[in-house]
Each structure stands twice: as C-alpha cells, then as structure tokens.
C-alpha cells in the first residue's frame, strides 16, 4: 500500500545537530515505516528547532522524483511583508505545495484581516492552505472560523491539522464544506485516547472519504503508531488508499 504521510516536521536538536543529519533521520524514518512522500512543513519563525521555510526549501530543493514537499510557514508576527513576498517566489518555482498557519501556537484568529493575502495568494496558486487546530488555546482555529473562511474563499483548499484533537467530533460540522480537509496528524499520540476517539475517526473518514488525509506529526509524535492505528479501523482498501496517498496527492497535487 502506499503511503504519503502528509504532516511531518524535521526531527529537534535533540535528535540531530544539525540541518542535514535532520534530512537524513527524516528520510530514515520514510524507509523505516515504507512511506513513499511526506508534507515536511516549516516553522513560521525564522529560527527554529524544525526549521523555517527557507531552510527547508534549501534543504529539499525540487527533483523529478521528490520524496519530500515542503509546506512553508507564515506568521503575520514575523517579517510578514517579506515573507508573502518570498513565499510568491517560492509558489513561482514550485518550491513549496501549501502555507501553514499556526493559530494557537500563536496568538492570531484565522479570521484575521491581515490573512486575505494569504488565503488569496493560495487560490492563486491552487495550493492549500493549513492551520492547527485543538489543544490549548483553540479558540484561534476553530470550527466557526473555518466555516467562516471556506466561506469567504470558496475556491480556497483549508486544511484542518489534527481534527480538533482530541474532540474530533467537531470536524463533523463542516463536512458539508466541499473545500475543507482535514489531516490526522496526532490522532494517535495517545493509544488511550486513540481507543476513545477511533469510532469518531473513522465515522468522519467514511462520511467524506475524499478529504481525509494520514498524516503523523512526527517526529513530535509516532509515525508507525499513526500507521498502525490507521490501519486498525477497519476501512475497506479503497477508502483506506485514499486516506493513506491518494487525497493527499491530489489536495498537494504531488507528482507521481
């Protein structure tokens, strides 16, 4: 079966040193769990453990048969102006796939004006564009201010990290939104928890199975218990092909 784990972030310093012994963990950890292609997405500040989007643009730049997108992070905090600017350049030489938000980890609503150039940037360049959601402070990402923004951008691909996790219940109030996607990244972070929330995973991957996508938030956490717990759903091949590579390929329009 094939495998495109679409959320991943370079491994901490205190896992590796340096920028490339963090390529070559990651690449590691595709061989070791028989994944294909991942979406390593960049921190949206310049110095960072995970690296930012320059960096990992430079450290996975663009071949006929990538194994690793990257997805650049943008902060309206941080050198936002620059950013947009760079990030356009970026999309222009097909360098990065989608734009990640981090509301919650910082302190902006999806909602906030000052995004219209990044929601209108991404429907440009038909790349998606991703926020975290759940945990603490999830009022910044939230169910209303996703449905408010599919809204607004209805040409906009949204994707949902972590489905609200762990009340993944939530996702279900946005199915009807044909431009909204959701990835599982850290659904299974806790096997009790997972245990819990399974029959609701699997009740949002079966009612729109078109638009979820695996994916494990490693290496902050499992990428095999993610792929294990995947596969203990239960999902005819089909539905779970889709949800393991096949949406993911299309959302990110992935070569190959």
């Keep these: 079966m094939d495998i495109i784990d679409a959320h991943v972030h370079l491994p901490t310093q205190e896992i590796c040193p340096d920028l490339r012994s963090k390529k070559e963990r990651l690449l590691q950890e595709l061989d070791e769990n028989n994944v294909s292609a991942c979406i390593a997405i960049a921190d949206s500040w310049h110095e960072s453990a995970i690296g930012s989007t320059d960096e990992l643009v430079k450290l996975f730049p663009e071949t006929n048969d990538p194994r690793v997108y990257v997805v650049g992070g943008i902060s309206p905090f941080v050198s936002y102006r620059e950013d947009l600017a760079k990030f356009r350049e970026h999309l222009d030489n097909g360098r990065i796939v989608g734009i990640k938000l981090y509301t919650g980890h910082e302190h902006f609503y999806l909602v906030d004006e000052r995004l219209t150039e990044v929601y209108e940037m991404a429907q440009e360049y038909d790349v998606p564009v991703l926020f975290h959601s759940g945990w603490d402070d999830p009022q910044y990402g939230d169910v209303d201010r996703a449905e408010e923004i599919v809204g607004k951008y209805p040409a906009l691909k949204l994707i949902c990290c972590h489905c609200w996790y762990p009340d993944i219940n939530k996702c279900m109030q946005l ?48 990428m095999a218990e993610h792929i294990r717990s995947v596969n203990k759903l239960g999902l005819t091949p089909e539905i779970l092909q889709k949800v393991m590579a096949g949406n993911a390929k299309r959302v990110y329009r992935l070569k190959g």
């Design 175 to 222: 199915t009807h939104s044909p431009n909204m996607f959701f990835d599982l990244s850290s659904v299974a972070d806790d096997a009790a928890v997972f245990n819990s929330i399974s029959v609701d995973v699997k009740k949002l991957i079966e009612t729109i199975p078109d638009r979820v996508m695996f994916g494990s938030d490693s290496f902050g956490c499992s």
